[in-house]
């Protein structure tokens, strides 16, 4: 007994180890294999002693599906907010304010200021105990739960002599990759996208399901300690502290001594940030001493020994000229701004995306104003303010559409959800079509015909839904303007193929809300008949890997429209798979279980698709890009350079076709 308790003691203080040498130092010192190895045996001993259960374990970040609303915490300390400034001159005031209010030597600190969403970490003898927002600055969410799922904030500090209480503060930030990753996926989903990382680490942030929280790769930047017995005098010794400690600060941080030293610190970053893997929205200054800090003393606001310089957006003003709606194949209405043509960051910008309705009323706009438009990095140009003064004839108040602008059924908001959608699921013309579309993709039932074929049917009125493609006949192809002989043979011969599409394909081909090409894989493997799918309840669809409520609560939807249920009969008796082959069925095995396998490369034997669904049929994990957690690179020709370097860095093992196909014999 006394000795598990050891041996769980020891693993707890490698794995916090090796994950600070893996998230801070960026310095991994064993393989991701040993260290997978490490943490199974800790789970497994966790298992068998509850009694030595640790919240702050590492082996908790996976993060917990409990689900709870946030209880509000007071901040021991309030959490101040820092006056902008925007020029040079005004930094240059804020240093002669320091220094007459201070009337002797003082240090500036310069860090940079990173653009997320604050969080105050509360570490009880070296223990994070509590992770809270800054809410209102007195009073914020208690989100230790999400926090504790975040790599590079240490659970348990390193080193001895911890003061008995802390609070870190610092910012949580989506790096620019995951915020792309995330978007592409949210795209390709019809969900509303984020317009910014620092929207989208926020709204993770206070995410109900920690382990969505833990699967979206949010990063930490820690920039002051507070606390009733701190270790040093100085802010810059502090964090230099933190450091050591595990906490990740930022190394841009820089003692400056006179103007000249911050104008150049200024400048530098101003220059610099644009290749940082985070955003960043400008510098703060801080007196470095802390008893000058208590000197200066605060405003009702603002601290008096900090400001912060924000670095010009490139901005361009602009006439708005319309709003349009574009409406999904889910149904979902996205508002755009058409814009008179300005150029912005060496490109022309027309269209601007507004979003959704709370992000229109928050501008105020009226039709003809001028608008201020950015591009921070973002994807798409934004609008960020409304030029009031500009405006001499009143324009139209934009509000959003109440109707569908394509079918002009009235739009609703679902729950507590920003966007609207179209409810006329099988009547909007823009979505059936949409859905078509979707349905023939190649990763869908493969069918070859592009947007222009499916209008045509449409408008000929030779479909209403994708089944009708089933009974489609060569004498009305022909009648169709411009249609030959062999273009409808070929049409035909590709849908009367599309018959042997594996199950998993068609229920992609479906497109159920949130069931995109992965979650159909999952769901046609722990449901091998369309019938189980449809009749599953939510309990057992949660109980899949990676399914989670969202998407049981669509299936479950789906399955309960007599429209679709309908489709859904159609297209079986016109003879689609609607259930796994006895193949698949057969060769389903464990052997790839609790193995990440990265694809990359072109390969010889079997096509991507294919390998893809042999790692699924057999137990194991596809994966699209390569961390910490691929266990695999099965790798092919011209794999790309980056992916060879991080899989290099990361000692993730790379094996060819060959090995793959043995590992499964
Ligand atoms: S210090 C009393 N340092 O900016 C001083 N804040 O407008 C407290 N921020 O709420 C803040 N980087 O969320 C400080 N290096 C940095 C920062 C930083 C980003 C954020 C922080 C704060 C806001 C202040």
Redesign the pocket.
Known sequence: MERAKQQIETLRRQLHDHNYNYYVLSQPAISDIEFDRLMRELTELEAQYPEYFDPNSPSVRVGSDINKSFTQVTHRYP????Q?TYSEGEVAEFYNRVKKGLNEDFVIVC????????ISLIYEEGRLTRAVT?GDGKKGDDVTDNVRTIHNIPLVLKGSDLPPYLEL???ILLPWSSFDALNRERAEQEEPLFANPRNAASGTLKMQDSRVVASRKLES?I??MLGDALPAGSHYENMTLAREWGLNV?GAMKRCRTPEEIFDYLNYWDRERKSLPVT?DGV?L?VDSLSQQRNLGSTSK??RW?I?YKFNAEKAVTRLESVTYQVGRTGAVTPVANLAPVLLSGTTVKRASLYNEDAINALDLHIGDSVYVEKGGEIIPKITGVEKEARFLLGDKVTFARKCPDCGTPLVRIGDEAAHYCPNSEGCPTQIKGRVEHFVTRKAMNITMGPETISLLWDKGLIRNAADLYTLQFDDLLRLERWAETSALNLLESIEQSKSVPYERVLYALGIRFVGEMVAQKLSHAFPTINLLAQASHEQLIAVEEIGDRIARSVIDFFSNAGFVDFVDRLRHNGLQFSLSEDVLAAKTDKLKGLTIVISGTFELHSRDAYKAMIIQNGGKNSGSVSKKSDYILAGENMGPAKLEKAAKLGVKLIDETAFLEMLR
């Open positions: 959490m101040l907010s820092l902008n860090e940079l200021k990173y653009d997320g969403t604050s800054r503060r610092g910012e930047y920039y002051s930022s960043t703060v801080k603002f601290p900090s912060a």
